[in-house]
């Protein structure tokens, strides 16, 4: 099967910027829904953003005009550029894909293993 894979976590000072990428594990040839949730210590998962293979795109308004998610359709890579990050956005970062279609078959709800943001005030 495939897995989504994310990197970009890191540890920074409030008001700072993180960028996020998440690829697919192996090739695959589409993929619907794309984006991005997170889940703090203590909290339930939470969506953040996500966006649509025509580029529509939601966000969780916690994070409008501070986050903005991208994705190339071409490497079904998507990527969440995190600016003025604030300690309240520490959490687990997890990618996720509604749907993916590739040489193992059919997946739906496909998440990320996740990566750690840790904004520190």
């Known amino acids: 099967q495939v897995q989504l894979v994310e990197s970009g976590g890191d540890l920074v000072q409030a008001g700072g910027s993180l960028r996020l990428s998440c690829v697919p594990s192996?090739?695959?040839?589409?993929?619907?829904?794309m984006g991005w949730y997170r889940q703090a210590p203590g909290k339930q998962r939470e969506l953040v953003a996500i966006i649509g293979r025509d580029g529509y795109t939601e966000y969780a308004e916690r994070v409008k005009g501070r986050f903005s998610i991208s994705r190339d359709n071409v490497k079904h890579m998507v990527s969440l550029q995190m600016n003025s990050l604030k300690p309240e956005d520490t959490a687990v970062y997890y990618c996720?894909?509604?749907?993916?279609?590739?040489?193992?078959?059919?997946?739906?709800?496909?998440w990320g293993q996740g990566t750690q943001v840790t904004v520190s005030s």
């Open positions: 192996r090739n695959i040839f589409s993929a619907s829904n």
């Open positions: 996720y894909a509604e749907s993916l279609a590739s040489n193992w078959g059919a997946q739906r709800d496909v």
